[in-house]
Structures are given as C-alpha cells and as structure tokens.
C-alpha cells in the first residue's frame, strides 16, 4: 500500500472562508460582470486566481516582523535578507526592489540599448514590456513542444540551443544584452528546465560573451522538478540543486512574491560589480534607498526566513505534490488539462471541456464563471480575452489554447480543498452541455482581462441551464 502523507505544517491561525449558497453567488457573479478578476474576494470559498503574493507566511515570518529594523539607511533587516540571498542563491551582489518588475525595470534599463535582442523561454509579460520599453525585441528561443498542451515532456521549458545559435548568427552577440532564462516558465504552466539545458545555454551564451540573467521567481520549484527528474539529483537536497542552478547563470530577478514566500518584495541580484554598483544608482531613482528598495524592514525580516523555509525539502515536495494531487484526480476522471502538471498551476483546457462554443463565445472565461457558480472557487481566464486585440487590424488575438487557470497559493489550502475543486469541476463535466457562451458586453481598451464585463448568451440569462441543451445541441 502507498502510505499517504500530509501537509507539512500545522495550523496556528485560520482565516474563516466565506460560503455563500448559490443564490448569493449568482448575484455576485452578475454584479461581477461574470469576469473573475471583478469578485469581490470576500464572496470568494476557495481563492485560486494566483500564487503571487497569496502565501501564508509562517509563525518563524509573523514574528520576525515586530524585529523589522525600519531605519532609513543601514537596517540590520536588510543585511539578513542580503545575507540570505548570498547563501541560497550564491550570488554576489544584492539589490532590493519593491516586487520582481521592479527588478527588471533596472536590468533592461542598464543592459538594453535600442536595437537589441533579448532571447527568452517565452515570454513573461512584464518582463517583455520593460525589454520592450527599452527597445529590444523579444525572441522565443524555447522548444516547440512546450506549445503543444498535449505533450508531455519532463522539461518543457527548456532551450532549443539551435534556435539561440540562429539568433546569435543572425544579429551577432553583440545585439544581445543577456539571455533572459525563466526557471520555471509561467505562461508555459508552469513548465521546468533542465540543469543540462541551463549549463549548456550557458557554455555557449559565455562563448560569445553574452549574459545569462534568470527570472528567478520559481526557481525552488525548478530545483525540485531537477531532483526528482534529472539523473543524478536524487540524493541531492533541493538548497544544494538550487545552489547548483544560479551557478549557471550571471544574476537573476526575483519576485518574492513567489517562491520567497512573502506577501510583497522582491530583488536583482548579480555577480558583476560594474553592474551592480550602477543598479545601486537606480534602485535609488526607482525604489528607495538600496537598504530597502521599497520594502520596510520588517517585509525584508520575513522574506530573509521565507527564502530559507523555501528550500526545506519537506515543504517543497509538499507544494509540488499539492499542485499534482489536483491535476492528477482530474486526469484520473478523463477532463482535459495541460499536461505535464506544473510547478504552480493546474490548466483546464475549456475547448476539449466545452467543445460546443466558439472561440468568439469565450468559452474559458463562461468555464471560469460556471466553476465560481457551481462552488465559490476562483480561477482565471487565460485565452481569447486575456489576448486582446491585434493592434493593427482590430480583430482578437485567436491564441491557440484557450485555457482556465487554477493557481495553487503557498500554504494557504489544504488537500481538502482540493477535493472540493476536484468535485466541483467533476460535477461542471458532468453536465458541461447545460453551459452556454458569453457575450462581451463592456470592452476596456487596454489588458481587457482585468475589467471587460460578460452576459450569458441564452435567452433565460441563465449561465448553466437545461435550458441551454437546446442551443448548444
Ligand atoms: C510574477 C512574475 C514576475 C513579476 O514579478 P512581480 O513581483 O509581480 O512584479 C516576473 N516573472 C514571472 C515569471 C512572474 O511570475
């Protein structure tokens, strides 16, 4: 028999969940517009929209905060976050921002110059703006199969070394600043990278001179996918992959809003000194002195335990498993997801779950608002609607996947939980030709996502309906 294991914590303080009935729920939901991002969280059970910054800090963190040394330059805070950053992550130089855009604002500004190419594992969209910002061009370098949702490849968010050799051939080394190497690779679920891969985008990045930085946010997560899929790591610890990883790379950006555990913060680290000492001058224009860029001293004692508490072997293995123990009962039950199961997410894919609705009908954003119908869970839309307009001709982005993302917080759910959303999705399956499209019926002109408002395109108005059969036949 598989012996199961737990949670590896226990709980001291618990936040009581809002469970509304159904009738409260549709109200909200129409008040919402049927967009997810425009719940009130108050009327939200289970809380799924993202991981960034929806950790549950530890009681090590909560009473590291009365510790916080607020002063305004030299805080003793912010020598034991740097001090972290050095051991755990083994860089050099370390440089506060308020959250990891805050980071890449400073590194595109001094590394870019109008013209340049930026190489990347996908693209992250703050990530891209600032490269954009500064002039550069973004190019995909990452293997094709990690735009396929069906394959399932260990670690889909590696490199195709043939397509940066290409790039590097084609513009020469000198247009390109650093190669921007996301470890894992959100917008591709949450996909790893291979230490194999990291060393030898290095090897030939150093043969023409060129940086590697890192959008370190998940990396933990990455270390942990190197342990238990990549020979030779399985003995080793997750600190001491992760260690071996950042070798393999000139800095990083971090969002601490991930994988440090914390609510809000975040830091450019790197090992050169030229670079580091004009960062330093920019942190100051954009973020606050570089004892605290942006954070108070008591953000920098909680992260400074969060970047520990990150790399215990127990915890992450857990965090991993969470995500997996979601993904895998929906595999189990025949409904489409993204596969393999990621570092921080579980994907529905809405075109195989609600084949009767055109891509114009927005079927993962009516997935998405069915699933907060059917039990107060929030996820979010990543499909038509997140892709906007084109913005030549006018029409929609048609993005290939159309998908509803279910983030798992650090933490902050039990397995539990996850039942709950197992049933709930189970359930919507079940009686997936009761769910009707949507109509847009307000379009905000820019990142539409976050305010465009929906009706139910069915003349009850209801979202899910017996009703609806008919249409939808
Ligand atoms: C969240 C995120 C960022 C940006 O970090 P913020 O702290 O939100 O500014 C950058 N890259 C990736 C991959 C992220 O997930």
């Given at each position: 028999m598989k012996r199961?294991?737990?949670?590896?914590y226990k709980i001291k303080s618990v936040e009581t969940l809002s469970m509304l009935?159904?009738?409260?729920?549709?109200?909200?939901?129409?008040?919402?517009?049927?967009?997810?991002?425009?719940?009130?969280?108050?009327?939200?059970?289970?809380?799924?929209?993202?991981?960034?910054?929806t950790t549950a800090m530890s009681d090590a963190q909560w009473g590291a905060l009365m510790t916080g040394d607020e002063a305004y330059a030299g805080s003793k805070s912010w020598k034991r976050l740097e001090h972290a950053v050095r051991e755990v992550y083994g860089y050099k130089y370390v440089l506060p921002t308020h959250q990891g855009r805050g980071a890449e604002n400073i590194l595109s500004q001094l590394k870019i110059k109008e013209g340049d190419y930026v190489p990347g594992n996908m693209y992250f969209t703050t990530t891209r703006a600032h490269q954009e910002m500064n002039g550069?061009?973004?190019?995909?370098?990452?293997?094709?199969?990690?735009?396929?949702?069906?394959?399932d490849l260990?670690?889909?968010?590696?490199?195709?070394l043939d397509k940066l050799r290409a790039l590097i051939d084609e513009v020469g080394a000198e247009k390109i600043p650093y190669v921007c190497l996301a470890v894992t690779v959100n917008l591709a679920g949450g996909q790893p990278v291979s230490m194999q891969n990291m060393k030898e985008v290095y090897e030939l990045c150093k043969s023409h001179h060129i940086d590697v930085m890192f959008d370190a946010t998940r990396c933990v997560e990455n270390a942990y996918f190197i342990k238990e899929r990549e020979n030779g790591y399985s003995d080793r610890s997750v600190a001491d992959i992760l260690k071996e990883m950042m070798s393999y790379s000139?800095?990083?950006?971090?969002?601490?809003?991930?994988?440090?555990?914390?609510?809000?913060?975040?830091?450019l680290a790197m090992n050169d000194e030229d670079l580091y000492i004009r960062s330093r001058e920019l942190v100051v224009v954009y973020e606050g002195m570089p004892s605290y860029g942006g954070m108070a001293g008591r953000d920098m004692e909680a992260?400074?335990?969060?970047?520990?508490?990150?790399?215990?072997?127990?915890?992450?293995?857990?965090?991993?498993?969470?995500?997996?123990?979601?993904?895998?009962?929906?595999?189990?039950?025949?409904?489409?997801?993204?596969?393999?199961?990621g570092g921080h997410a579980v994907f529905l894919d809405a075109k195989a779950f609600l084949p009767h609705l055109?891509?114009?009908?927005?079927?993962?954003?009516?997935?998405?608002?069915?699933?907060?119908?059917?039990?107060?869970?929030?996820?979010?839309?990543r499909g038509i609607v997140s892709a906007g307009r084109d913005?030549?001709?006018?029409?929609?982005?048609?993005?290939?996947?159309?998908?509803?993302?279910?983030t798992i917080p650090r933490r902050v759910y039990t397995n539990n939980h996850m039942d709950v959303v197992v049933d709930s999705i189970l359930a919507l399956y079940e009686k997936r030709d009761t769910i009707c499209g949507l109509t847009m019926a307000y379009e905000p002109p820019t990142l539409r996502f976050f305010n465009a408002r929906f009706a139910p395109l069915s003349d009850s108005g209801e979202l899910i309906s017996e009703e609806n059969k008919k249409v939808n036949a």
């Open positions: 199961r294991t737990a949670e590896p009935s159904f009738e409260e729920r549709k109200e909200s939901l129409e008040r919402a517009g049927y967009n997810t991002f425009l719940i009130n969280s108050e009327d939200v059970y289970i809380d799924l929209l993202t991981d960034s910054g550069a061009t973004f190019v995909d370098i990452i293997i094709d199969e990690a735009h396929d949702p069906s394959i260990p670690f889909k968010g590696n490199v195709d000139d800095g990083c950006t971090m969002s601490g809003k991930k994988d440090c555990l914390v609510n809000i913060g975040g830091f992260m400074a335990i969060g970047i520990r508490e990150a790399v215990d072997d127990h915890y992450i293995e857990h965090r991993i498993g969470q995500v997996r123990y979601l993904g895998q009962q929906l595999l189990d039950a025949g409904i489409p997801i993204v596969q393999p199961i055109k891509q114009e009908e927005f079927p993962a954003q009516a997935l998405a608002a069915a699933l907060y119908l059917d039990s107060g869970v929030r996820s979010m839309e913005i030549k001709t006018g029409e929609h982005n048609r993005p290939n996947l159309e998908l509803v993302r279910l």
